[in-house]
């Protein structure tokens, strides 16, 4: 009887090592994978960070450009009708 129990002590502290060494291994794993997702995130964001100051320069250059295109029409208008 005493046998019995023994043998199902260790058999049962067996398992439960097994099984805390088996979470720790899949802990460290999805660890690795949050991190590497994380930095893909972050260098897709900055990417696009990267993409709209571009278009907000264009954005900011555009009304610029069409002013300085009507005073050239204008010169060109007043050139044409000498």
Known sequence: MTESIFVALITGGMSLLGVVVTCM????????????????TDTKLD????????HNDFAHRI???????KVVNHRLADLENR
């Open 63 to 69: 009304p610029v450009i069409e002013e300085q295109i």
């Open 25 to 40: 291994a899949t802990a460290r794993k999805s660890e690795k994978s949050a991190a590497v997702n994380q930095a893909v």
């Open 47 to 54: 990417e696009l960070t990267r993409e709209v100051r571009l």
